[in-house]
């Protein structure tokens, strides 16, 4: 048999063409129709609430039979894995940007209710990197490396929960116009209705529906309201200036109760909603995760007819980087 320079004797080499031909085959044969839903939940002001609703709404999608990857893309200001009682990840987002560790190596997988387990709904995070600049500032090898890890997620997960952090830098809001939802999380304090309108503000028109492709755009939620009435007064606010000053205003979703439960849960390093699903933020919780599922299995019709390359995780990603690069050229 003659053998070639490079080691491998023709067969081999046919073999091993043919097992990459097989693979890539094999692939695409098993990559299912893009479903992936993408929501990003962002914030005017910090500290009203964005992680531990990202988190707790990750319980209740795996509940109602889904798998989720949450992921803390709260860059600098990372502390989803505390916050769900992760102790020392070894692993995080950073390594994933460097490329020397692969997605499944770095993401944690939680225990999950009976319920969940049942219907094959999970939990998994991806821990962001404590102290990593804005995804804005990564250069293009980075992004490509981060990219190329993360179309992996379309095979593993139904819904990708963004934790996109507080304010209206570029990185948090490219985040929200690269995803299908995004969940504005308000509280009904007047610096956070005022911070939670600038974010829209800053949006401009990628706030509304009809400007992405079959996404829904932005949606409100009022945490830590101390009532229904309340949440829907001050969410009435926000799309009364929305429709005002800017000519259209974004969707409320709902509202989640003010409750002691999240604070102790907190200084614990539990997830309320694995401890305490049927307390009153709890309820709150299911009660947005059902009209989220019935939201996006609504937009499934419609996102059948889009292009594969507009859908799921890929249309998020291509998305993400017109985003990130549009303005640096
Ligand atoms: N619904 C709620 N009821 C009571 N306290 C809450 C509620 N939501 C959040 N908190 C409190 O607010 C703090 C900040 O929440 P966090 O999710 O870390 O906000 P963010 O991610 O927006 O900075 C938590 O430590 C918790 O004590
Ligand atoms: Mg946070």
């Known amino acids: 048999m003659r053998r070639y320079d490079n080691g491998y004797d023709t067969d081999q080499a046919g073999e091993l063409r043919r097992m990459v031909t097989d693979n890539r085959q094999k692939k695409k044969a098993e990559t299912p129709p893009a479903r992936l839903h993408t929501l990003s939940i962002l914030s005017g002001k910090g500290g009203v609430g964005k992680s531990n609703i990202a988190a707790a709404l990750s319980f209740a999608l795996a509940d109602f039979g889904k798998r989720v990857v949450l992921i803390d893309a709260d860059l600098g200001m990372a502390n989803l894995d505390i916050l769900c009682g992760v102790r020392n990840a070894k692993y995080n987002i950073a390594h994933l940007i460097e490329g020397s560790r692969s997605l499944n190596e770095i993401l944690v997988h939680f225990k999950t209710s009976e319920r969940a387990t049942k219907l094959n709904g999970s939990v998994s995070l991806l821990p962001g990197g404590y102290g990593i600049r804005e995804i804005a500032d990564l250069d293009e090898f980075a992004l490509e490396r981060l990219f190329e890890s993360l179309s992996d997620l379309e095979m593993m997960s139904d819904y990708l929960i963004m934790d996109a952090g507080a304010g209206i830098h570029k990185g948090a809001l490219s985040f929200a116009y690269a995803s299908e939802i995004t969940l504005l999380i308000t509280t009904p304090e007047p610096t956070s209705i005022r911070d939670a309108y600038g974010v829209i503000k800053s949006l401009g028109s990628a706030a509304w529906q009809e400007s992405k492709d079959s996404a829904t755009g932005v ?3 009022v945490n830590m309201a101390s009532s229904s009435r309340e949440a829907q007064e001050v969410a009435e606010r926000i799309r009364l200036a929305s429709m005002q000053f800017l000519g259209n205003a974004p969707m409320y979703l709902g509202y989640v109760l003010k409750d002691d439960v999240i604070e102790r849960s907190v ?11 049927d307390s009153n933020a709890g309820i709150c ?22 292009p594969e390359k507009k859908k799921g995780i890929r249309g998020f990603l291509s998305r993400l980087s017109e985003k990130l690069f549009a303005e640096n050229k």
């Open 219 to 221: 949606m409100l939620i």
């Open 267 to 277: 200084k614990n390093c539990r997830i309320f909603y694995r401890s305490d699903p």
């Open 285 to 306: 919780i299911r009660n947005l995760a059902g009209d989220l599922l019935r939201m996006c299995e609504g937009m499934n019709v419609e996102h059948e007819k889009l």
